[in-house]
């Protein structure tokens, strides 16, 4: 306001001037003002000082009555003068006030980089992007990455380092702990670390395992709120060209989606431990790389379907050919696992000869190439391979069928046997010599497994 009556007495000491430059009529002049002034002068007989002076016109010479009215007119219009200035100085006056509150806002409102100016549109995704994001985000939490630690001796101090030689993926089977994997996985490991999806890390411990089949089960002391088991579902339905996905930490990066197709069922492949045959393998195009493996196989419901297992590829990356061991065979092994710390399976308790050198004998079947007297086979009667007083070669027994079903190799053997329980009667048909005899056979356990 200090300001303002400065201005005013400025203007008040001043000679009239035109319009000021603030004015929002520029083009008002003395000309506009007249009418005005007539048009209020009924007004101002009752109020105003001059009114006898404009009333008593008899009293005064014409000329004095001119200047007192230009005089009056000048007066006005001086008034106007003022009242529009002020006017004017409000506005500017306003706006500058309004442009420092809007800066100072700017600079106080605590606002991120751009993001006050730019205007991102919503994401939208597809009903299958949907479907995906949801499957890994409720699935994650169920996968673990598993850390295998060997003790080495350093070859200068001799001291002894416990130092990471492997590692893979496994998911949690129920609310006690219990994780599952591959078996090739934790082979040869002192010490094993699991890490949830928080990024928690537990000690684990070996439930058991089963090397014919490459499946482990480790169980970890955790929370119970932290452990979220998997939903379990079922392979024996699955068709070759619906959708799977596959989750784990390749190369140690957490937590990997991949997504492919099922490209094959009934697949076989051999253990990497003792190379018995594994059946009904799922063949899938997803990436399965180093470090997937042990993770889960989904399917579209997001329910477990298989264990990643390998990859077919010269190398070592994935090339669009992976396996997963259906769940179905890793259901039956977990509960043995969990149950009894071990795999009942039964044997025949036989060593027999490659395929590949019953082959060159020109015959078909499996070539028994020792039969110990204490286990199933060598207490029923079967004959190994042996050499006699000369160092011949005497073949043994060879297995042609079991149980009716016509035996032309190792894997046709033990597809048989792994449908077979211990103390089961088998009817084993050999050639011997020129002959065939069936010998009757009760399975057994593996001695170490008894």
């Avoid at 203007?11 to 008002?28: C, E, G, K, T, W």
């Avoid at 199933?376 to 027994?397: N, S, V």
Wanted: aromatic share 6%; with cysteine; hydrophobic share 40%.
């Amino acid at each position: 306001m200090a300001a303002i009556s400065h201005i005013s007495t400025l203007f008040l000491h001043s000679p009239p001037f035109p319009v000021s430059a603030f004015s929002r009529s520029p083009n008002r002049n003395r000309s506009y003002l007249l009418p005005p002034l007539l048009s209020l002068h009924p007004p101002l007989e009752s109020s105003s000082r001059s009114l006898p002076l404009l009333r008593r016109k008899s009293s005064f010479p014409s000329t004095h009555s001119s200047s007192c009215f230009r005089r009056l007119i000048a007066d006005n219009n001086s008034d106007n003068e003022e009242n529009s200035f002020f006017s004017s100085a409000l506005d500017s006056l306003l706006l500058l006030c309004t442009s420092f509150a809007l800066s100072f806002s700017l600079f106080v409102a605590d606002v991120g980089p751009a993001s006050a100016f730019v205007v991102t549109p919503p994401r939208k995704l597809q009903s299958d992007e949907l479907a995906t994001v949801r499957l890994f985000q409720e699935n994650t939490p169920s996968v673990v990455y598993i850390t295998n630690l060997a003790v080495k001796q350093d070859a200068f101090t001799l001291d002894v380092l416990e130092v990471p030689q492997g590692s893979g993926s496994g998911f949690v089977w129920d609310k006690d702990g219990h994780v599952v994997t591959n078996y090739h996985v934790i082979r040869g490991a002192s010490d094993l670390k699991v890490t949830l999806a928080d990024q928690s890390t537990y000690d684990a411990r070996i439930v058991g395992f089963d090397q014919d089949k490459d499946v482990a089960v480790l169980r970890v002391e955790a929370p119970k709120d932290k452990l979220r088991p998997i939903p379990i579902g079922i392979s024996a339905d699955l068709l070759v060209g619906q959708k799977v996905y596959a989750i784990g930490n390749p190369f140690g990066l957490d937590h990997t989606l991949t997504t492919g197709v099922i490209s094959g069922l009934r697949r076989e492949i051999s253990s990497a431990a003792t190379g018995r045959p594994i059946q009904d393998v799922i063949q899938t195009d997803a990436a399965i790389n180093p470090g997937n493996s042990g993770g889960p196989l989904l399917d579209s419901s997001g329910n477990l379907i298989g264990i990643n297992t390998a990859i077919y590829s010269p190398s070592g990356a994935s090339s669009g050919v992976g396996f997963s061991i259906p769940v179905d065979t890793v259901s039956g092994i977990v509960d043995q696992l969990v149950r009894f710390g071990k795999v009942t399976r039964p044997i025949l308790g036989i060593k027999f000869a490659p395929d590949q050198s019953v082959e060159q004998l020109g015959v078909s079947g499996v070539l028994v190439l020792d039969a110990p007297a204490n286990g199933p086979a060598g207490k029923a009667g079967l004959q190994p391979t042996k050499r006699d007083g000369y160092g011949r070669l005497i073949l043994g027994d060879i297995i042609t069928s079991v149980n009716g079903r016509k035996v032309t190799n190792g894997s046709d053997l033990y597809r048989i046997l792994d449908q077979c329980k211990v103390g089961d009667e088998v009817i084993v048909e050999v050639l011997r010599g020129d002959h065939k005899e069936k010998i009757p056979v009760t399975l057994e356990p593996k001695p170490d497994e008894s």
